[in-house]
C-alpha cells in the first residue's frame, strides 16, 4: 500500500513538473522556418532601416551646425528639409522597440508629442537642463525641432530673429545643436548595437515570452494600435477625450505633415506585415507567409486588405490633421481612419496572435 501511494506520489510530482516546464517555454509546434523569417526582417528590413535613419540624422547634424553657424534663410530651410527627411525614416524605425532600443527608451527621446513649450523655453532661457532626465522627454527630438524651426514665431523673418538678434540667441542655437546631438548619439548606439546583436536576435525563435520573434511580433502589434493608430489619429481626434485635439497632431508647427508622416508609418508597417525589404518591392518571409503556412490566408489577405482600406481612407485628408479637425465634418474623415485602422488591431492582436499561440505581453487600455 505504502509504494502504491509512494508511486502515485511520484507520477504526480512529475506531471506536475511537465506541466509548469510546459507553461514556461512551450514547444513551436508548426514547422514554418521561424528563423528564416527573422533573417529577412533583421537583415532586408531592421538594419537597412537604420542604417537609413542613422545616415539621415547624421545629415541632419551636419546641416543643423551649418545653420548654427550662419542662421539665415537659406540654411533655415535646408534644416527644414533635413529634419523631414529624417523624421519620415523615423517612421520605419519607431516600431522596433528591441534591443537597445528597448534599454533606451529610445522612442520616449525621438518623438514624444505634443511637446511642451514652456520646458522648452526653460530650458533655453536657463541653460540648465538634462536631455537624459525623463522630465525632459516632451522638449527634445522631432517634435522639439518642429516648433524650433516652424514654431517661434510667425514669420521665418521673426524666426530667424531669434538666432540672429534676440536676447537668448545663443542659447537657442545651443539647445538646437544639443537635442541633434542627442539625438545622433541615441541613433548611433541603437543602430550599431542592433548590427551587432543581429544573430542573437535571428536565432532566438522560441514560443516564450521573452524571444526575439514573441517580443518583435507584440511590439509591433503595440505600435500599431498606440503610436500609430491612437497617437496618429485617436487622440487628435477626441476618441479617447470629450473633445478633438487638434493641438496632439504630429508635426503640429510645420502644420501640413501630419498625413504624411501617418502614411509613412502605416506603409513600414504593412511592409513589415508582407516582409517586403526595406526600399524595394521585394518580399521574403513574413508574418503573413507565416499565417498563409498554417492555412490562415484568410487573416493574412484580409489583414492586407485592411492596411489598404485605411490608407485609401488617410489619403482622402487633409494634408495637416488639425486643418483636417477644424474644418466643417472634418473630424469624421479622422474618426472613420481611426475606425479602418481599429479593424486591423482584431486581426494582428486577436487572430494572427491566437494563430501563432503567442500571448499578448501588455497591458491594454482601451479595448479592441
Request: charged share 20%; net charge negative; proline share 2%.
Amino acid at each position: 500500500m505504502f509504494k502504491r501511494i509512494l508511486l502515485l506520489f511520484v507520477a504526480i510530482v512529475t506531471i506536475c513538473a511537465c506541466s509548469s516546464s510546459e507553461e514556461i517555454a512551450p514547444e513551436q509546434v508548426d514547422s514554418f522556418d521561424r528563423s528564416a523569417m527573422m533573417k529577412n526582417i533583421a537583415d532586408n528590413i531592421i538594419i537597412p532601416a537604420y542604417e537609413d535613419f542613422n545616415s539621415k540624422m547624421s545629415a541632419l547634424k551636419i546641416v543643423g551646425e551649418t545653420f548654427i553657424t550662419t542662421p539665415n534663410q537659406s540654411n533655415l530651410d535646408a534644416l527644414r528639409a533635413s529634419w523631414f527627411a529624417a523624421y519620415k525614416t523615423w517612421q520605419s524605425v519607431e516600431m522596433f522597440d528591441i534591443g537597445k532600443a528597448e534599454e533606451l527608451q529610445f522612442k520616449f527621446y525621438m518623438n514624444v508629442y505634443p511637446v511642451t513649450v514652456n520646458d522648452i523655453e526653460d530650458n533655453i532661457a536657463n541653460e540648465s537642463y538634462d536631455l537624459n532626465s525623463v522630465n525632459n522627454h516632451d522638449a527634445q527630438g522631432f517634435p522639439a525641432l518642429d516648433y524650433l524651426l516652424h514654431g517661434l514665431a510667425d514669420t521665418d523673418v521673426a524666426i530667424l530673429d531669434k538666432y540672429t538678434t534676440g536676447e537668448n540667441k545663443d542659447n537657442y542655437k545651443n539647445y538646437i545643436s544639443a537635442v541633434l546631438g542627442q539625438m545622433n548619439t541615441l541613433t548611433t548606439s541603437v543602430a550599431s548595437d542592433f548590427k551587432a546583436q543581429r544573430n542573437i536576435f535571428v536565432e532566438s525563435t522560441e514560443n516564450t515570452a521573452t524571444s526575439s520573434v514573441n517580443k518583435l511580433i507584440n511590439d509591433y502589434i503595440f505600435y500599431y494600435e498606440k503610436g500609430l493608430r491612437a497617437n496618429k489619429f485617436g487622440i487628435p481626434s477626441g476618441i479617447f477625450s470629450s473633445t478633438p485635439l487638434p493641438e496632439k497632431v504630429e508635426g503640429r508647427y510645420k502644420n501640413n505633415v501630419s498625413k504624411e508622416l501617418a502614411l509613412d508609418a502605416l506603409t513600414a508597417v504593412k511592409n513589415l506585415f508582407e516582409g517586403r525589404h526595406y526600399n524595394s518591392s521585394e518580399t521574403g518571409l513574413s508574418f503573413k507567409a507565416y499565417l498563409i503556412k498554417l492555412n490562415r490566408t484568410d487573416i493574412a489577405t484580409g489583414t492586407s486588405s485592411q492596411f489598404n482600406t485605411a490608407t485609401a481612407q488617410i489619403e482622402a485628408l487633409e494634408n495637416s490633421f488639425a486643418t483636417q479637425i477644424g474644418k466643417m465634418g472634418g473630424i469624421t474623415g479622422m474618426t472613420r481612419s481611426y475606425d479602418e485602422l481599429q479593424k486591423a488591431v482584431v486581426l494582428l492582436k486577436v487572430d494572427m496572435l491566437q494563430a501563432f499561440n503567442i500571448s499578448v505581453d501588455y497591458v491594454d487600455a482601451d479595448g479592441d
